[in-house]
């Protein structure tokens, strides 16, 4: 069964701006799902015609075996959207704008009053129910979306930077609850700029750029398509020359600190031996980049937070 | 209960709550300025006036100023609310659900014709400190008020989709709106103006809501009752059928 299935899905903005050129995507369900992307290549488009916050000019979207133009109510039912930007209504208060979403989806009230304790509870927000949304804080308003987007009880969950600006241990109980939710059947796809995020969640990846996708496959084959791993060598003591060890490129950052891109065919102790035999000494070793974020740089140019 | 009942119910006992839980904005300061209305033009200065179609001059116009209130706040509940739900982008909320577009419509009428009618009611409620009028006709003057304040609910909700800030939610209300309701015979019989302002008044459709509203009350009328009706009536299908398309469309409120 599939969650998500986009087919030739265009979209031509009124400026001209062609957003999305024809992607086709398939998400399975169960599956938690990264699309990655450059800022501007597409995926909020993508995610807005997937979430009906955003018209498609052509194409086909269907979700849970729905279409979403011909059987729209079905198609949307399956959906919860964790959007990128709070977009609640911050005079009302937390428990009631979880009520009205759930009312929205015609949820009868009974039984929408017992989800909304169960989604505010595991959020850790079950406290907070009676105070005014514009109270909370970062993290809490962050959380308060997702509990918004479960309370229908979706099969399809997508977030979309669920986790930005998010301090690191709400981000972690949140990669917990998330890993928790997908455990049980909730098939999710997220969008964000912290690869290690993407790779530490994700089992399937799309890189989408400039409209289109340029990769869509599992998360271990992307991560075995990397030839280098970058790392950060702090040495003892200060080294005026820089060795040549071949196959190694040794880039000079400061007086005692080299970064090296290590070919993955390699490994590093070829590197460490010849090192050692120059009386050169390792003192700490740290990953430059992360392995998503290295494929992604090799693959798309440029880094996540750069517009496409 | 059925999934679109719900999720009409849910939004319009939103929309209503919204109005009530800030009655201080919303409810009373249609009752101060309309109780400065029935005590300056009818109890210090209506005596000198003299009567108005056989009637006391507040008897006159306590019917006009009651539609006016219906008017001003069924649109401006709706324009207010759906615009907001627009800059803060909670309308999202409902444009992801499964709810079809004549069911948001209708939850966002549902709140302005509650205000509107609230607001109708205590209005009069205020003028029986002034004046003993009783309608003559009832229903019809429920009847008019009703389709008054669900034209008006609709024409917000259209000013609501077009309008991009806080200004253009404010500029029909303030320059059309509002001269509109006053050249619209609430304080005066156009009988009494000479022409061309008698005819130009006539092309005025907020005339004719209020001369059938206060023909419920005082039996008297400055246009046709039916026409005033057909008039209406026309209008909300034209407004209704253009407030849907735009929804329809996602003119204002998506990509």
């Not at chain 1, 998500?4 to 265009?10: A, E, T």
């Not at chain 1, 009880?153 to 997508?158: A, E, F, N, T, V």
């Amino acid at each position: 069964m599939t969650a998500l299935r986009l087919h030739r899905l265009r979209k031509i903005y009124d400026n001209g701006f062609e957003a999305l050129k024809g992607i086709d995507l398939e998400v399975a369900e169960g599956d938690f799902f990264a699309l990655l992307g450059p800022n501007g290549a597409g995926k909020s488009t993508t995610i807005g015609i997937v979430t009906s916050l955003v018209k498609k000019t052509s194409g086909k979207v269907e979700i849970c075996g729905y279409d979403l133009d011909r059987q729209w109510e079905q198609a949307k039912r399956c959906v919860g959207l964790v959007p990128q930007e709070i977009n609640f209504n911050q005079f009302e208060k937390v428990g009631q704008i979880v009520l009205n979403q759930a009312g929205y989806y015609g949820v009868p009230r009974r039984v929408a009053r017992r989800r909304m304790e169960r989604v505010l509870k595991q959020l850790e927000l079950w406290d907070r129910r009676d105070q005014v949304s514009r109270r909370l804080s970062g993290g809490m308003k962050r959380r308060l979306m997702i509990a918004r987007a479960l309370v229908h009880s979706p099969r399809l969950l997508i977030l979309d930077e669920p986790t930005a600006g998010v301090d690191i241990e709400i981000r972690h109980s949140m990669w917990d609850f998330l890993r928790e939710l997908n455990r049980q059947g909730t098939t999710i796809i997220l969008t964000t700029h912290y690869l290690e995020e993407a790779e530490q969640l994700c089992r399937n990846v799309a890189i989408i750029d400039h409209g289109e996708i340029i990769e869509a496959t599992s998360m271990s084959r992307l991560l075995d398509q990397l030839e280098f791993n970058s790392y950060f060598l702090d040495l003892r003591r200060e080294t005026r020359v820089v060795p040549d060890v071949p196959g190694y490129r040794i880039e000079v950052l400061d007086r005692t600190t080299w970064a090296v891109a290590v070919p993955r065919r390699l490994g590093l102790n070829p590197l460490f031996q010849a090192l050692d035999e120059r009386g050169i000494e390792i003192v700490d070793i740290r990953q430059r980049r992360n392995r998503l974020e290295q494929l992604f740089l090799q693959r798309v140019g440029r880094p996540m937070g750069e517009a496409a | 209960m059925g999934r679109r009942w719900i999720a009409y119910r849910t939004l319009a006992g939103k929309e209503i709550h919204r109005f009530l839980r800030i009655w201080p904005q919303t409810l009373l300061p249609p009752l101060v300025t309309t109780s400065l209305y029935f005590l300056i033009f009818g109890a210090l200065m209506g005596p000198r006036i003299g009567p108005m179609a056989g009637f006391s001059y507040i008897d006159y116009i306590v019917p006009g100023i009651v539609l006016m209130a219906v008017i001003n706040h069924s649109y401006a509940n709706v324009v207010s609310s759906f615009f907001s739900a627009k800059f803060q982008r909670h309308i999202e909320e409902m444009l992801v659900a499964p709810m079809p577009n004549w069911v948001i419509l209708a939850g966002y009428l549902t709140g302005g014709i509650l205000r509107g009618m609230t607001i109708g009611a205590l209005v009069l409620t205020v003028a029986t400190l002034f004046t003993d009028l009783r309608p003559t006709n009832p229903l019809l003057a429920l009847a008019i008020a009703l389709m008054t304040s669900l034209l008006f609910a609709l024409a917000g909700f259209i000013n609501a989709i077009f309008a991009n800030s806080f200004d253009d939610i404010s500029i029909i209300p303030n320059f059309v709106l509002t001269p509109l309701v006053y050249l619209g015979g609430v304080f005066y019989s156009v009988q009494l103006l000479p022409e061309p302002w008698h005819r130009l008044s006539l092309a005025n459709p907020i005339l004719y809501m209020v001369n059938a509203f206060r023909y419920g009350f005082l039996g008297v009328a400055d246009v046709d009752i039916e026409v005033a009706f057909l008039l209406v009536g026309g209008l909300i299908v034209v407004l209704s059928l253009w407030a849907w398309w735009l929804l329809r469309r996602g003119v204002g409120i998506k990509h």
